[in-house]
């Protein structure tokens, strides 16, 4: 899925903005920042995530939502039927709904579609995934989650060049192997990684802090940039929790066709200008190994559906 994208008309390449779904991530600074960019010409493809919202819509069915820890560490959401269910509901339906209206608002001629919608995002359900519980590696059976292992670039290419800027969610369509395809989760940040990597585009992750921490307790420690592998080493090291996964993420873009990442803060004033302009930590592509830079990524996660 990699490769550069025709939408990319002019010199300066697509971006593709990741939207995350906790509660203390304001999409409004986001909402103004692509209606600019795209009334100046500029190729944009959002994508965001909606695990707030997804517990909210969980608690009001009387679902507990359930969370569990991978083999490496990696804390994410184990979505049987019932929760995938409601996760259709709350992203699909509810979140990508509004977040379009929001965009369209602002005089966005914005596209809402989920990655089911045209096999823009696609690969293989993983209905058993291996977690840790109480200190014992287990096989937990009936998950609805995938790995993406293509996207529709024509699609979104195609979306770009007449005009349009796709808001784009998970579900992805989970092949089950038998030529029957089935909504599954699918990580946000990992999406926006994917669709990033297939059109050549930067890539901004927008959270609820202004970018990796060498010391996260000190604002001061903000890791700038990454432009070689000791200093990618550097930032996979002080990433911790949540944010190990947006560097997971921002690795996969740039192995993908990606030329940049930036982790950067949704809240302050004009967050995707700003984090294009430098403001967060900007990972390079320089900044992989010889041998990384173009291959296609391993599965690293044994939980791929952590929505985000």
Request: net charge negative.
């Amino acid at each position: 899925m990699t490769g550069e994208s025709e939408a990319a008309s002019g010199a300066e390449p697509p971006v593709v903005v990741k939207v995350g779904g906790a509660k203390a991530v304001d999409p409004a600074g986001a909402v103004g920042d692509v209606a600019h960019l795209a009334a100046n010409g500029r190729a944009v493809v959002v994508v965001h995530g909606g695990s707030t919202v997804v517990d909210e819509t969980l608690e009001r069915l009387g679902i507990e939502p359930e969370y569990v820890e991978s083999a490496s560490g990696v804390t994410g959401r184990f979505t049987d039927a019932e929760t995938m269910e409601a996760f259709a509901m709350a992203m699909a339906g509810k979140l990508n709904t509004e977040l379009t209206a929001q965009f369209r608002s602002a005089g966005v001629d914005a596209v809402g579609l989920s990655g089911v919608d045209g096999g823009l995002l696609s690969g293989p359900r993983k209905s058993a995934v291996r977690v840790v519980e109480d200190g014992k590696k287990k096989i937990r059976r009936g998950d609805h989650s995938g790995k993406i292992e293509s996207v529709n670039a024509d699609l979104l290419a195609g979306l770009l060049d007449d005009g349009y800027t796709p808001v784009v969610s998970p579900p992805m369509a989970g092949d089950e192997g038998d030529g029957e395809v089935t909504p599954v989760n699918a990580d946000a940040d990992r999406a926006a990684a994917a669709v990033a990597g297939a059109l050549g585009a930067d890539l901004v992750l927008l959270t609820d802090v202004s970018g990796v921490y060498a010391d996260p307790d000190d604002p001061e420690t903000r890791i700038d940039a990454a432009a070689t592998p000791d200093e990618l080493a550097a930032v996979e090291d002080a990433a911790e929790g949540f944010m190990g996964k947006k560097v997971m993420a921002a690795t996969e873009a740039l192995e993908g066709g990606s030329g940049r990442v930036v982790i950067a803060d949704a809240n302050v004033r004009d967050p995707v200008v700003a984090a294009l302009g430098g403001e967060g930590t900007t990972i390079e592509r320089s900044a992989l190994a010889d041998d990384d830079a173009g291959d296609e990524t391993g599965d690293t996660d044994e939980t791929e559906g952590i929505d985000a």
